[in-house]
């Protein structure tokens, strides 16, 4: 089963609005998700490294007050994009490092689509 | 530095025979892992298979094993008997054990021909 679930899988949205994608881990605690977003054809870019109780490190070039990160429980982080425009859209994918082995494991996505 | 390289943008494999993604890696860590992951058209990423730099063996798991040189620090993934469900990107990826980031390749679209 699922270890990671993401939540929603599609969302279209008009420019200038905020969408909230939901993670959470399903099959253990975790203190640190990661956010990684995808272009087409491309690789996995990490945006963030998500803390439990404490401010997200955002990577070089990624904008911490255009995607809004918040991992208020051990079993949830959020991604929140502000003010959404066309450029945003993309694949967003969270993720969990199992401690004990290192294992990383994802959710399944987020498409966003920004009109 | 790229800390992961793929240099197969594109790899096209006959249904039933064995292909091989390439994957080079590149750490001052003494200690590591590789993990190799798949990811359909559908977007999700699918844990394939695992290599700890103190790994004395090669790690295997059903179709999927890994070829690891470690003085070549390469670690390519070996599908065998391969399958039309096995059309997908392949990332390749490495996590350093003194740090908590992943760094994955550009990936490999695997076709596989029936």
């Known amino acids: 089963g699922a270890v990671v679930s993401q939540h929603p899988s599609r969302v279209i949205c008009k420019s200038g609005t905020s969408v909230k994608i939901e993670c959470r881990s399903l099959?253990?605690?975790?203190?640190?998700m990661f956010w990684y977003r995808q272009f087409p054809k491309q690789s996995l870019m990490l945006m963030a490294t998500?803390?439990?109780?404490?401010?997200?490190?955002?990577e070089q070039g990624v904008e911490k007050d255009k995607f809004l990160i918040n991992h208020a429980s051990l079993t949830l982080s959020t991604l929140t994009v502000t003010s959404a425009h066309p450029e945003d859209s993309s694949f967003y994918i969270c993720?969990?490092?199992?401690?004990?082995?290192?294992?990383?494991?994802f959710g399944e996505g987020s498409r966003l689509t920004v009109l | 530095a790229q800390k992961i390289t793929q240099t197969q943008p594109g790899m096209f494999v006959q249904e039933k025979e064995a292909v091989t993604l390439d994957c080079t890696y590149d750490?001052?860590?003494?200690?590591?892992?590789l993990f190799w992951y798949k990811q359909p058209s559908s977007g999700e990423m699918i844990f394939l298979i695992y290599?700890?730099?103190?790994?004395?063996q090669n790690a295997t798991e059903g179709r999927y094993s890994l070829n690891f040189q470690k003085a070549r620090k390469s670690a390519n993934l070996v599908i065998s008997a391969s399958q039309l469900g096995d059309s997908a990107m392949y990332f390749c990826?490495?996590?350093?054990?003194?740090?908590?980031?992943?760094?994955f390749g550009t990936g490999t679209s695997l076709t596989v021909i029936p």
């Open positions: 099959d253990f605690q975790a203190t640190t």
């Open positions: 998500s803390n439990e109780g404490s401010k997200a490190t955002y």
């Open positions: 993720s969990v490092a199992l401690a004990r082995t290192g294992e990383l494991f």
């Open positions: 990826a490495m996590r350093e054990d003194g740090g908590n980031q992943f760094y």
């Open positions: 290599q700890g730099s103190y790994d004395q």
């Open positions: 750490t001052s860590d003494p200690s590591y892992g």
